[in-house]
């Protein structure tokens, strides 16, 4: 259960994600558009980088200057690669690391994608009754 392995969830109530997505796993970005778009609809900011180069298909890094000093998340979508490059990149950032497993196993990037809707709607709640309300309903 969701609430169980991830408790700092009952303590965080976000409101600036950037997601850095795998577009080798996320086809189009399909995955990234659609988390951006929820979390938008929730009074969100949210930025999207795609760590894979368009041209010449290698991984890259995300420069920590594009990420906003006042963001709170930043939401991995691909695998535990793609998390640990972005914590490479940006460890230096002061701000909750998730990481949402596209791939057949996630030890680091755990939360699988029938969990991603769960963690959205815990992340962009405006207050800790209602996030905690939504938590105990499981």
């Known amino acids: 259960d969701l609430a169980i392995r991830f408790p700092v969830i009952r303590e965080v109530i976000m409101k600036k994600f950037c997601i850095i997505t795998n577009s080798r796993k ?8 659609a988390a951006k778009e929820y979390l938008e609809g929730h009074g969100c900011e949210v930025i999207v980088f795609d760590n894979v180069d368009a041209v010449t298909n290698e991984y890259v890094m995300v420069d920590p200057k594009e990420i906003p000093s006042d963001f709170e998340c930043i939401m991995t979508i691909g695998g535990d690669g793609t998390l ?8 230096e950032i002061d701000c909750v690391f998730v990481g949402l497993n596209k791939g057949n196993m996630g030890f680091l990037a755990e939360i699988s994608m029938d969990d991603m809707e769960a963690l959205l709607e815990w ?6 009754d209602e996030l905690i309300a939504l938590i105990d309903q499981l």
């Open 26 to 33: 996320d086809k189009d970005m399909a995955t990234a558009k």
């Open 123 to 128: 992340t962009s709640v405006d207050d800790v």
């Open 84 to 91: 640990l490059h972005a914590v490479k990149g940006l460890n």
